[in-house]
């Protein structure tokens, strides 16, 4: 990040970049100029087309959702960027959360994925659409990250057996339950939703996709951040469906199966934890 690379951005007047916490994926940076400050990624190498899933589901969620304001996104040197909006955060309600998550997953869809995929990432997504749910689920989410894993040496005989157990289950129980694509944030963990200054809720870096919304809500589940009050804000505007507890197990799967891949056996005894119970 040099001054010549700077210069080529389409902000004038800058006069401070400040690395800042942005996750494992992206480079994160605020801008500075004289009367305004902006959010910017980067990301090495990858080029514009980077951002473009990103930016797209920005758009998405901004139908029902509170989202950063793209301000610019491109290319310098190969290197693709995306200029975003500062948010000065603050505090909030979970049950306002709660009520903007559901009405994100009250836009639906006739059918499963998207118009695009996203195969430049760490964990390419097939989106393709589909209109079978099942078909959707377990060939273009789980059978891709088993045969990643495989190649990653992260499976092993007695995960599969597990895993041939929970996929017939799966199949078993959506071969008589009809599930209505909803549009998905796709990665709903708490470090992608942020309080502004004006205590409201903002959903941020989604990875969106339309789906059963129990995938979203599973993610919540994983590695927590969200309260009672998420719940009860969710459930005042599109009620949870009886047997989400029974169900959650199959979605959180898709979630440490990403880490697995990603991380390594440190995420082994969490997904053993949900295929022991297939």
């Known amino acids: 990040m040099n001054q010549k690379w700077l210069s080529q951005l389409p902000i004038q007047n800058i006069k401070k970049v400040i690395p800042v916490s942005g996750g494992d994926i992206n480079e994160s940076y605020q801008i500075q100029t004289d009367n305004q400050k902006f959010f910017m990624k980067v990301q090495p190498k990858r080029g514009k087309a980077f951002f473009q899933h990103e930016v797209e589901g920005l758009k998405l969620l901004n139908k029902a959702a509170n989202v950063p304001e793209v301000v610019n996104d491109g290319e310098i040197n190969s290197d693709g960027y995306l200029i975003l909006k500062w948010i000065d955060s603050g505090s909030g309600s979970q049950y306002e959360l709660g009520q903007m998550v559901a ?8 059918q499963f994925g998207l118009d695009h ?12 659409w589909q209109s079978n749910w099942i078909d959707f689920y377990i060939n273009q989410r789980l059978e891709p990250l088993v045969n990643l894993a495989k190649r990653n040496h992260v499976w092993n005989q007695n995960r599969d057996n597990h895993y041939q157990n929970l996929k017939q289950t799966f199949i078993n129980y959506y071969k008589h339950h009809r599930i209505t694509p909803s549009l998905l944030h796709g990665d709903l963990w708490a470090g992608n939703f942020m309080f502004d200054k004006n205590s409201k809720p903002v959903l941020i ?19 927590g951040g969200f309260n009672e009050n998420f719940y009860k ?3 005042a505007v599109y009620p949870i469906q009886p047997g989400f507890d029974k169900r959650v197990a ?10 697995l891949n990603l991380f390594g056996e440190l995420y082994g005894s969490s997904v053993d934890r949900i295929l022991n119970q297939f």
């Open 117 to 128: 995929d996203f195969k430049i990432g760490k964990i390419p997504k097939n989106n393709h």
């Open 233 to 235: 804000g969710y459930n």
């Open 250 to 259: 199959w979605y959180q799967f898709n979630y440490l199966m990403a880490h």
């Open 103 to 110: 009405k994100v997953h009250q836009i639906h869809n006739h």
């Open 205 to 223: 870096d989604p990875d969106v996709f339309y789906g059963d919304r129990e995938m979203d809500l599973a993610m919540t589940t994983v590695f």
